[in-house]
């Protein structure tokens, strides 16, 4: 029987690696670009709708357009698809212990799967060298932190690697395994029955909770993100699925 999701354990997210309760998660306004003329207006009334601040990053591999008065969101779950293509490329575990693993990590967020793919690529030092540098492959830099659920990961940067992972070959196990969410995940994003990867949690520094996902439509990476300040995760899961719709239309899905 598959495990039910859970947050990111306490082990994961000790020392929280998104700067200190008072450091601002806001950018400015970025200029939105055709096709997304208007994304930015239609976002910031999600946003009074919802009660929520969002973050949305699109990359089509020329352009990037931002909107939203988010800029980043501390990874949480997200991070784990970069640890599991580190893990298939340096891990010395069975290739059916990594896959299984893998599954487990992605398809329900499993953190006991995630830990183990992490700790299979060495030291806390190790492991985030590689992932920081699959990453990389990207064109987007990354800090990867030891509690790698706490690393500081922008949307921008976490869009183009989205459109990355868009060029792959869809058949690879990682891929597959981003198509197969657990129903109760597959909110925002997995509205759409696109590859995507959800990442969550509450914040014990300011009551907030965290919610995001990242995939892709088309070719057109996709990265989104709602802080509820009241703690409330029915808002920030209202926010992401209107954002997610929104974004279905934009790009002809």
Same mark, same amino acid.
């Given at each position: 029987?598959?495990?039910?999701?859970v947050?990111?354990a306490?082990?994961l997210?000790?020392?929280?690696?998104?700067?200190?309760?008072?450091?601002?998660?806001?950018?400015?306004?970025?200029?939105?670009?055709?096709? &997304?003329?208007?994304?930015?207006i239609?976002?910031?009334?999600?946003?009074?709708?919802?009660?929520t601040?969002?973050?949305v990053?699109? &990359?089509?591999?020329?352009?990037l357009t931002?909107?939203?008065?988010?800029?980043?969101?501390?990874?949480?779950?997200?991070?784990?698809?970069?640890?599991? *293509?580190?893990?298939a490329?340096?891990?010395? &575990?069975?290739?059916?212990?990594?896959?299984?693993l893998?599954?487990?990590?992605?398809?329900?967020?499993?953190?006991?799967?995630?830990?183990?793919?992490?700790?299979?690529?060495?030291?806390?030092?190790?492991?985030?060298?590689?992932?920081?540098?699959?990453?990389?492959k990207?064109?987007?830099?990354?800090?990867?932190?030891g509690? *790698?659920?706490?690393t500081?990961?922008?949307?921008?940067?976490q869009?183009? &690697?989205?459109h990355?992972?868009?060029?792959?070959?869809?058949?690879?196990?990682i891929?597959a @395994?981003?198509?197969?969410?657990?129903?109760?995940?597959s909110?925002?994003l997995?509205?759409?029955g696109?590859?995507?990867?959800?990442?969550?949690? @509450?914040?014990?520094?300011?009551?907030?909770?965290?919610?995001?996902? *990242?995939?892709?439509?088309?070719?057109?990476?996709?990265?989104?993100g709602?802080r509820?300040? @009241?703690?409330?995760?029915?808002?920030?899961?209202?926010?992401?699925?209107?954002?997610?719709?929104?974004?279905?239309?934009?790009?002809?899905?």
């Amino acid at each position: 029987m598959r495990k039910r999701a859970v947050v990111l354990a306490p082990l994961l997210l000790a020392g929280c690696g998104a700067g200190g309760p008072g450091e601002p998660l806001t950018t400015p306004v970025t200029t939105v670009r055709a096709p &997304y003329d208007g994304l930015a207006i239609q976002v910031e009334k999600i946003e009074k709708d919802t009660h929520t601040e969002i973050g949305v990053a699109l &990359y089509d591999g020329t352009t990037l357009t931002q909107a939203g008065s988010l800029d980043w969101l501390p990874a949480w779950s997200t991070i784990k698809i970069p640890i599991a *293509f580190a893990a298939a490329e340096h891990c010395d &575990y069975s290739e059916d212990t990594v896959t299984e693993l893998t599954e487990a990590s992605i398809e329900w967020s499993d953190n006991d799967s995630a830990r183990a793919l992490w700790d299979c690529m060495g030291s806390d030092e190790e492991a985030s060298k590689k992932v920081a540098a699959e990453i990389a492959k990207s064109g987007a830099s990354v800090k990867v932190n030891g509690a *790698f659920g706490t690393t500081r990961w922008p949307f921008a940067g976490q869009a183009r &690697y989205a459109h990355m992972l868009s060029a792959m070959n869809p058949d690879n196990p990682i891929i597959a @395994d981003m198509r197969h969410i657990d129903d109760e995940q597959s909110y925002g994003l997995g509205q759409l029955g696109v590859p995507f990867k959800g990442g969550w949690s @509450d914040n014990e520094a300011d009551g907030a909770w965290h919610n995001r996902q *990242f995939g892709w439509i088309g070719r057109v990476g996709v990265a989104i993100g709602a802080r509820s300040a @009241d703690g409330d995760y029915d808002a920030t899961v209202e926010a992401l699925d209107t954002v997610a719709r929104l974004l279905s239309a934009g790009t002809g899905s």
